[in-house]
């Protein structure tokens, strides 16, 4: 594990920490935000009125993607310098209430109304099999350099570093057949319970396979709005009990579109020189999330989808999920296109 994972504390005694990292500010909003994060007070005025401003692409926007990201780290592994407590501070909750709504909103235009479906289980997967963003695994594959390689583990880094933490909420919100098929497919992202099989596990391998810095969060003030944006989609269906079925539909995208482009990703690398240790991430990938889609699309989201509000909430949950995914591949594909990074310059 890299140095920079590595914090000491007052006493001398180096600890790795599991915590976000303090990030740059990216505007006025996540300033104030920070700002009362660090000193314990989420009662300033001014930090509710920038919250309420208007925002014409809020997807787009990374100073409101940042300030979102870091109220939800509140209640998954903190943020370094802030109080475990002031997840619930009420200000926090105003601001993040706020935002969410805009995040919402701005979802909702994005994939337009979503009707019960005839089949809820074939609509799933033809969600995931319709996905049509740029041909980024295919070219990774044939042609990406492992700078490439390298910009989106940045991006991915983020999510992957925890992976099914988020869709594991989901666990205790669910009962009978549906419960009992999510916890086999939440046991195998978790290696089974051995820490060297866990998926976040053989992902931090992958990033110093690459020479990437492997700690938790490491690479926030490198990441556009477009992947904080489609972190947070994910954040919000994960948090809230009245979005289990999204976050469900989430899943569902996920495991139906990850076994194909995961074989590229391991013959892009495999072609770059990167060894078995650095390949196993997706050599994994490809086997179990074969098996995954067809337990969470047809026991888990055909388990819970016996009434039209749970079925609609799945497609939306889906087709929220493949549009972000699809928008922050579009930013990164555009920037390549255009010959440049896909990633924000180093704070200096």
């Not at 998954?76 to 706020?98: H, K, P, Q, S, Y």
């Not at 799933?124 to 990774?140: E, K, N, S, V």
């Not at 899943?251 to 020189?273: A, K």
């Not at 799945?314 to 493949?322: D, I, K, P, Y």
């Given at each position: 594990?890299?140095?920079?994972?590595?914090?000491?504390?007052?006493?001398?005694?180096?600890?790795?920490?599991?915590?976000?990292?303090?990030?740059?500010?990216?505007?006025?909003?996540?300033?104030?935000?920070?700002?009362?994060?660090?000193?314990?007070?989420?009662?300033?005025?001014?930090?509710?009125?920038?919250?309420?401003?208007?925002?014409?692409?809020v997807?787009a926007?990374?100073?409101?993607?940042?300030?979102l990201?870091?109220?939800?780290?509140?209640?998954?592994?903190?943020?370094?310098?802030?109080?475990?407590?002031?997840?619930?501070?009420?200000?926090?909750?105003?601001?993040?209430?706020?935002?969410?709504?805009?995040?919402?909103?701005?979802?909702?235009?994005?994939?337009?109304?979503?009707?019960?479906?005839?089949?809820?289980?074939?609509?799933?997967?033809?969600?995931g099999?319709?996905?049509?963003?740029?041909?980024?695994?295919?070219?990774l594959?044939?042609?990406?350099?492992?700078?490439?390689?390298?910009?989106?583990?940045i991006?991915?880094?983020?999510?992957?570093?925890?992976?099914?933490?988020?869709?594991?909420?989901?666990?205790?919100?669910?009962?009978?057949?549906?419960?009992?098929?999510?916890?086999?497919?939440?046991?195998?992202?978790?290696?089974?319970?051995?820490?060297?099989?866990?998926?976040?596990?053989?992902?931090?391998?992958?990033?110093?396979?690459?020479?990437?810095?492997?700690?938790?969060?490491?690479?926030?003030?490198?990441?556009?709005?477009?992947?904080?944006?489609?972190?947070?989609?994910?954040?919000?269906?994960?948090?809230?009990?009245?979005?289990?079925?999204?976050?469900?539909?989430?899943?569902?995208?996920?495991?139906?579109?990850?076994?194909?482009?995961?074989?590229?990703?391991?013959?892009?690398?495999?072609?770059?020189?990167?060894?078995?240790?650095?390949?196993?991430?997706?050599?994994?990938?490809?086997?179990?999330?074969?098996?995954?889609e067809?337990?969470?699309?047809?026991?888990?989201?055909?388990?819970?989808?016996t009434?039209?509000?749970?079925?609609?909430?799945?497609?939306?949950?889906?087709?929220?999920?493949?549009?972000?995914?699809?928008?922050?591949?579009?930013?990164?594909?555009?920037?390549?296109?255009?010959?440049?990074?896909?990633?924000?310059?180093?704070?200096?």
């Amino acid at each position: 594990m890299n140095d920079s994972s590595v914090r000491t504390r007052p006493d001398g005694v180096a600890v790795v920490s599991s915590r976000m990292p303090v990030p740059t500010p990216r505007g006025r909003l996540s300033e104030l935000l920070l700002e009362a994060l660090l000193s314990g007070d989420g009662s300033s005025s001014e930090l509710r009125g920038e919250a309420t401003r208007e925002r014409p692409d809020v997807l787009a926007d990374d100073d409101a993607q940042l300030a979102l990201t870091l109220l939800y780290e509140l209640h998954l592994r903190g943020v370094e310098g802030v109080a475990d407590e002031m997840g619930w501070d009420l200000g926090f909750l105003e601001v993040r209430a706020l935002l969410e709504h805009r995040l919402v909103a701005a979802l909702d235009q994005l994939v337009g109304p979503v009707s019960d479906p005839a089949d809820v289980i074939a609509e799933l997967f033809a969600i995931g099999a319709g996905t049509d963003g740029p041909p980024m695994a295919r070219y990774l594959a044939v042609n990406g350099t492992i700078d490439e390689f390298r910009e989106v583990m940045i991006h991915r880094s983020l999510n992957q570093l925890r992976e099914a933490d988020l869709h594991t909420h989901a666990i205790p919100r669910l009962h009978g057949d549906a419960k009992a098929a999510l916890v086999e497919v939440q046991a195998d992202e978790y290696g089974g319970g051995i820490l060297t099989r866990m998926h976040s596990t053989l992902f931090a391998g992958l990033m110093r396979e690459l020479g990437l810095d492997d700690g938790y969060a490491r690479y926030i003030d490198r990441v556009p709005a477009p992947t904080l944006a489609a972190l947070n989609t994910l954040s919000y269906f994960g948090i809230h009990r009245s979005r289990v079925n999204e976050l469900i539909g989430h899943l569902c995208v996920v495991e139906t579109t990850s076994s194909l482009p995961s074989r590229d990703y391991s013959r892009g690398l495999s072609r770059l020189g990167v060894g078995p240790a650095g390949r196993v991430f997706f050599d994994e990938h490809v086997e179990a999330d074969s098996v995954h889609e067809q337990l969470v699309v047809r026991r888990v989201a055909g388990g819970v989808g016996t009434t039209p509000d749970a079925r609609i909430g799945l497609v939306r949950g889906a087709r929220m999920c493949a549009a972000v995914e699809r928008l922050a591949a579009e930013y990164i594909w555009d920037h390549w296109q255009d010959g440049a990074s896909s990633l924000r310059a180093q704070p200096q």
